[in-house]
């Protein structure tokens, strides 16, 4: 059995494709999937989610950085409050900068990436107080992420770069500080041998899988649609990087995910 540690279920809840989508997924082994939040449009639809289907699904709470406009201090407000329902946010996040989606203008590029910066130094303090685990969105911006993560003060023990796509020295930062990476669909493709080699730098007690889903879809379905019950696919490449047999990764990773996400059975 396996769990999706990252994908966003809004596209096909909105499309009123769930019910299939969950069936697909329990079909293909992957019993469990963290639904992670973005912004204040869909948090309260991923905390329904999660109450409807205990045990299935969980959520997370945070603003990712291709969020952050002019109404986040609005939003960041409200994210202790979620921590105090029930069912409770498994993770803040994602959380985290992107120097890729960036206006073409210098000025308005800068004004944008001085944003995001306030907002993610916000969101890590509050995460600091709660002592919750931190999921990261980190796009051409790794060693700016590390840095104001390191002036947070947040435990680097509860930190997760989710979509790991660096190579094996930015992996190295995380294991020096303890940090975690979570890999999706990309080590599937032929030209992420450095991912790969991240990935088994970091090593086995380690690993934890996710979609990431509805995007980087996995060999042998790249470019079309992503979801849940391919994770599998990417758990089948990575028995092969490990040289396992597929049940004994599928239970680690799984074993790894409820550990850093401290999931209930």
Not at 96 to 124: I, N
Request: glycine share 6%.
């Amino acid at each position: 059995m396996l769990i999706d540690s990252h994908c966003h279920l809004e596209k096909f809840l909105k499309r009123g494709e769930l019910d299939a989508v969950l069936e697909r997924a329990e079909a293909a082994g992957v019993h469990r999937m963290i639904t992670v939040g973005t912004s204040l449009k869909d948090w309260q639809p991923y905390f329904d989610l999660a109450a409807q289907f205990p045990g299935r699904i969980d959520w997370t709470v945070g603003i990712h950085p291709c969020s952050v406009d002019e109404t986040w201090e609005d939003m960041v407000k409200v994210i202790p409050s979620y921590f105090a329902t029930d069912p409770m946010p498994v993770a803040l996040g994602e959380i985290g900068l992107d120097h890729f989606h960036l206006p073409k203008y210098p000025d308005e590029a800068a004004e944008l990436k001085a944003m995001q910066a306030l907002a993610f130094r916000v969101q890590l303090s509050i995460a600091y107080q709660l002592g919750c685990p931190v999921i990261i969105h980190s796009r051409n911006a790794f060693n700016e992420c590390v840095q104001l993560i390191d002036e947070s003060g947040v435990d680097w023990n509860k930190v997760i770069f989710h979509c790991f796509s660096e190579g094996p020295e930015s992996m190295r930062v995380l294991i020096d500080r303890g940090g975690w990476a979570s890999f999706t669909g990309i080590v599937t493709y032929k030209s992420a041998e450095s991912v790969r080699a991240a990935m088994q730098l970091q090593g086995l007690d380690r690993l934890i899988l996710e979609t990431d889903a509805p995007y980087l879809t996995p060999e042998p379905h790249r470019g079309k649609g992503n979801e849940p019950a391919f994770v599998r696919y990417t758990a089948r490449r990575c028995a092969e990087v490990f040289g396992l047999d597929f049940e004994l990764l599928a239970a680690r990773t799984t074993q790894n995910a409820e550990r850093f996400f401290q999931l209930n059975p």
